[in-house]
């Protein structure tokens, strides 16, 4: 007979994706690395906390679109050398133009957003990745939108800081995220008073 816990099913996921080095296709298009036509080589570098992570050079080629594209990434990565080819495919949009996606080197599938785990480059559900606020309860997902929230208003990473409407909405957005963390709080807390059969919510003074 097994001990207690040995009939759950055990989690599979080796992290989560907030704590990798990641390439977003879409941004890497908005900095200019992914235009169509053309071959580009430029360096790309990760911080964590304001410090350097890793930095690598990246050789963006879209030169034939009918045959599609490719990137090529080289460089120091935190757990050694990496020198790594990742397909991209251009698939035209209805308003004329064309959209572009990565294709995971392990599962062929499309995507926006590849990780770098266990030495190369690969789709979310390749690396076995999770989302951090999967594993939160409901109060620090609240907490974690609020956060995002206000680290938006100040600009975070030097991006421009939102103005005019946008920042209004983020504002109002802002104080929504803070009183339901503030609610679902307390109301964990009224759950626990009624379960211990106490009279007073944890922390209060008579």
């Excluded at 816990?5 to 298009?29: F, H, K, Y």
């Excluded at 757990?79 to 991209?88: L, N, P, S, T």
């Excluded at 600009?155 to 995220?177: C, K, S, Y």
């Excluded at 679902?184 to 003074?205: F, K």
Aim: positive net charge; hydrophobic residues 35%.
């Amino acid at each position: 007979m097994g001990g207690i816990g040995s009939g759950a099913r055990r989690s599979t996921q080796i992290g989560n994706v907030e704590e990798m080095l990641a390439l977003d296709i879409r941004v890497l298009r908005r900095i200019g690395l992914v235009c169509q036509g053309e071959c580009i080589i430029d360096i790309v570098c990760w911080t964590i906390n304001g410090l350097s992570a890793a930095s690598a050079r990246l050789r963006v080629d879209l030169s034939d679109i009918e045959r599609g594209g490719s990137m090529t990434i080289w460089g120091d990565m935190p757990d050694g050398a990496i020198k790594q080819h990742v397909a991209i495919e251009m698939m035209p949009t209805p308003f004329g133009g064309y959209r572009c996606y990565f294709i995971c080197p392990f599962t062929a599938r499309r995507c926006e957003v590849i990780y770098y785990a266990r030495g190369r480059f690969g789709s979310r559900e390749a690396q076995r990745l999770n989302y951090a606020v999967q594993g939160m309860n409901d109060v620090s997902r609240a907490r974690r939108k609020a956060e995002k929230l206000r680290s938006r208003l100040g600009g975070p990473g030097g991006q421009p800081r939102p103005r005019g409407r946008n920042r209004i909405d983020t504002v109002r957005r802002l104080h929504n995220a803070e009183y339901e963390a503030k609610t679902l709080y307390l109301d964990r807390l009224r759950a626990l008073a009624d379960r211990s059969g106490s009279p007073q919510m944890p922390g209060e003074r008579l």
